[in-house]
C-alpha cells in the first residue's frame, strides 16, 4: 500500500521559514517525480513546486518562485519543500503527490496526473 506522509507544517510569522517534508512508502522512490500542491480554504488547489526522479529538474509556481525550494534525497527517500521569507498568502494545507515517470527529467505541474496523494500537512502564517 502505497503512503505519503506530510510533516514539518506549523504556525509561523510572516517573513519566517519552514521546511516540509514527505516520505513515501509502498513504492519504487527513484521511479516517481513528486510534486507539492496546496489548498487554502475555499479555494481551489494549486501548484507548488514539482521534482523528477532524479532530482535535477524542477519548477515552481510564480507566486513562490526565490522563496521556495523542493528537493529530494533518494538514499533517504523524502522530498523537502524548503519555505523562506513566507506571508500570510502562503497558508495553506500543503499536500505531497507522486507520479509514475520514467523519462528522468519528467514532472508535472497538473493535479489530475498525480497516482498518489499525502493527507497534507498545515501551514499558517501569521501578519
Known amino acids: 500500500q502505497v503512503q505519503l506522509v506530510e510533516s514539518g507544517g506549523g504556525l509561523v510569522q510572516a517573513g519566517g521559514s519552514l521546511r516540509l517534508s514527505c516520505a513515501a512508502s509502498?513504492?519504487?522512490?527513484?521511479?516517481?517525480?513528486m510534486g507539492w500542491f496546496r489548498q487554502a480554504p475555499g479555494k481551489e488547489r494549486e501548484f507548488v513546486a514539482a521534482?523528477?526522479?532524479?532530482?535535477?529538474?524542477?519548477d515552481d509556481a510564480d507566486s513562490v518562485k526565490g522563496r521556495f525550494t523542493i528537493s529530494r534525497d533518494n538514499a533517504k527517500n523524502p522530498v523537502l519543500l524548503q519555505m523562506n521569507s513566507l506571508k500570510p498568502e502562503d497558508t495553506a494545507d500543503y499536500h505531497c503527490?507522486?507520479?509514475?515517470?520514467?523519462?528522468?527529467?519528467?514532472?508535472?505541474?497538473?493535479?489530475?496526473?498525480?497516482?498518489?496523494w499525502g493527507q497534507g500537512t498545515q501551514v499558517t502564517v501569521s501578519s
Open positions: 503527490a507522486a507520479i509514475l515517470a520514467t523519462p528522468y527529467d519528467y514532472y508535472t505541474t497538473k493535479a489530475g496526473e498525480y497516482d498518489y
Open positions: 521534482i523528477s526522479w532524479r532530482g535535477d529538474t524542477t
Open positions: 509502498g513504492l519504487t522512490f527513484t521511479s516517481y517525480a
